[in-house]
């Protein structure tokens, strides 16, 4: 009985699913924009992409045929970035609508149709209503993922679920329950018609303007140059040809002070003079705002050269001060150690004979095991340096790996035995260990280098 009492409802609305087809709409272009925070709406080619501080995207110029363009990076401090992503926003839903968009529809329209049908044949009323209630909320989750497109036709469409999903609900003895309102979509951003050749020219004067790259910012008045040209407007083309001048010009005068400034700050980083390196630092400063500050990039640039230049000149000079101190009582240490390096050379052969698994007594075994133990003993009552600790260490080790060694061989019992394999990587690795100590403790003696 209850099927009869819906069957006008579902009627109506498989009625308002057919007429809500419609054709699709025209493909639109390409030009996106980007705005600056003051507003201006800079023409891109395709979508503009925001990376860290910077957004890169193809700068349209002059409106010619084919259309002329300049891969530009500007700050993003100087772009309204909300509203140029609710444009990107708009292009993708216009596209969208204008390709993908009706067939995409159409096929949820027929899904709907499908649930529909199935809502007039089904008998269990706790099963239409979980499959109303799903097909309501499968019409607000499309047209959140499909760019709110249609969606006047979608609220129509889940505000008819909406009279069914109640109907249902009394029938199946449920209390009425308000369902969540639908929202409205955002509102848009509106889509710009392609800039007048007058209006590109005015608007890549405003990317010269932000840009901090001077290659960038001469490639962009180059091209509003020549665009500038094809108005016809004498004042228009002399004023922005006067501009590009002299940004050619600002470009020589930079590019002939920070090549003399990175000279004279290589000059004073071989002096190792800290304090030549912040004149200079001071003088790029000046010479900056006596040009008008218009290499914002490349004098930061230089800048942070600069103070890298002051950090590494400062850690070189307290490293050589920290070798200039510690330099007496490393040449103790290795007076010191001296003796215990030729000591351990001496077992340099019994040491290969047991890397290569050669014969050995066992009273040689015992020999260089006894020398093994005074070397560590000795060795044990030196004290080093601070800065050579770590060799200290290492070469205790060397002498544990090579009594280690011994003390294998005395085991093995054969040529292909465990012990045998294990005496011959310990001796191996003593002897490659004692070139590393050797070279180090040769390095700390040798002043540092500036990098």
């Known amino acids: 009985m209850r099927a009869l009492v819906l069957a006008p409802t579902v009627v109506l609305f498989a009625s308002a699913v057919a007429a809500f ?48 363009m300049q891969l530009v990076s500007l700050p993003a401090a ?16 216009e596209h969208y609508a204008a390709t993908r ?37 499968q ?10 497109y249609r969606a006047d036709d979608i609220r129509e469409l889940a505000s008819l679920f909406d009279e069914v999903i109640a109907e249902l609900r009394i029938a199946a003895g449920e209390p009425a329950v308000e369902l969540a309102l639908i929202a409205p979509p955002p509102p848009r951003e509106p889509l710009l018609p392609a800039p007048t050749l007058r209006e590109s020219v005015a608007l890549a ?23 500038a040209g ?3 407007d004498p004042v228009v083309e002399q004023t922005v040809s006067e501009m590009l001048q002299e940004e050619i010009s600002a470009g020589s005068a930079y590019a002939a002070l920070l090549s003399a400034l990175r000279t004279r700050a290589e000059a004073a980083r071989e002096r190792g003079d800290v304090a030549a390196v912040a004149r200079l630092l001071d003088e790029l400063e000046r010479r900056d705002a006596q040009l008008g500050r218009r290499r914002p990039a490349e004098v930061a640039a230089l800048r942070r050269d600069l103070e890298s230049t002051i950090d590494a000149v400062k850690a070189f000079q307290a490293a050589l001060a920290s070798h200039k101190r510690q330099l007496a009582a490393a040449r103790t240490y290795e007076r010191r150690l001296a003796p215990l390096f030729d000591r351990f050379d001496s077992l340099e052969e019994h040491l290969t004979t047991l890397k290569e698994m050669g014969g050995i007594t066992p009273g040689q075994i015992s020999l260089a095991e006894a020398e093994l133990l005074r070397i560590a003993q000795e060795l044990d009552g030196i004290r080093p340096p601070e800065s050579l600790a770590g060799v200290h260490t290492a070469f205790g080790n060397v002498v544990r790996l090579a009594q280690e060694a011994f003390a294998r061989r005395r085991q093995a019992r054969s040529s292909r035995s465990n012990e045998m394999r294990e005496a011959s990587a310990a001796a191996a690795g003593a002897m490659l260990l004692i070139e590393q100590v050797r070279a180090d403790l040769a390095a700390s003696l040798e002043p540092p280098v500036l990098p």
Not at 103 to 113: C, G, I, R, S
Not at 139 to 148: D, V
Not at 207 to 225: Q, V
């Open 21 to 68: 087809a419609q054709l699709p709409a025209a493909v639109p272009g390409t030009i996106y924009r980007v705005f600056l925070s003051s507003g201006e709406p800079l023409p891109s080619f395709g979508e503009p992409v925001f990376v860290g501080d910077r957004v890169i995207f193809n700068l349209l110029l002059g409106g010619g045929t084919p259309a002329e």
């Open 78 to 93: 100087g772009v309204d970035r909300e509203r140029t992503e609710r444009y990107i926003e708009a292009m993708r839903a």
């Open 101 to 137: 968009g009706e067939a995409d529809y159409a096929a949820l329209t027929a899904e709907v149709a499908r649930v529909l049908d199935q809502l007039t044949t089904l008998t269990d009323v706790q099963t239409r209503l979980r499959l109303a209630e799903g097909a309501r909320r």
């Open 139 to 148: 019409l607000l989750a499309w047209a959140e993922a499909h760019y709110h």
């Open 205 to 227: 004067l405003s990317a010269a303007e932000l840009a901090d790259n001077g290659a960038e910012r001469i490639g962009i008045l180059s091209g509003a140059a020549r665009a």
């Open 230 to 232: 094809r108005m016809g």
